[in-house]
């Protein structure tokens, strides 16, 4: 699976933007989708996850209520609808893919996308 993330940009805090995650090669829709981000200076970590039928979803607790994740299987595509954005959440987001379910930890997924840098302005 080659992963294409784009979507990133400048935003004010309050704000909103949309990544989208765009999938080619394999079966799409046989799997899970994850959005991570890795601020300077820290770990890479999990954001959100997408099962593989889309009816499975997960969050960082930082970011519930916020951010809503979703996939269209028909375009090969995997959304982040990021809104109320903080400048805790400036990071570069990348996205993930895994077979079938969802992990929040990076190491069980199979392949990666490029990143695209997403910064909240205070």
């Known amino acids: 699976v080659q992963l294409q993330a784009s979507g990133g940009g400048l935003v004010q805090a309050g704000g909103s933007l949309r990544l989208s995650c765009a999938a080619s090669?394999?079966?799409?829709?046989?799997?899970?989708l994850g959005w991570f981000r890795q601020a300077p200076g820290k770990e890479r970590e999990f954001v959100a996850g997408i099962n593989w039928s889309g009816y499975g979803t997960n969050y960082a607790d930082s970011v519930k209520g916020r951010f809503t994740i979703s996939r269209d299987n028909a375009k090969n595509t995997v959304y982040l609808q990021m809104n109320s954005l903080k400048p805790e959440d400036t990071a570069v987001y990348s996205c993930?893919?895994?077979?079938?379910?969802?992990?929040?930890?990076?190491?069980?997924?199979?392949?990666w996308g490029q990143g695209t840098l997403v910064t909240v302005s205070s």
């Open positions: 090669g394999r079966t799409f829709s046989n799997y899970a």
């Open positions: 993930a893919a895994r077979y079938t379910s969802v992990s929040t930890r990076p190491r069980s997924y199979d392949y």
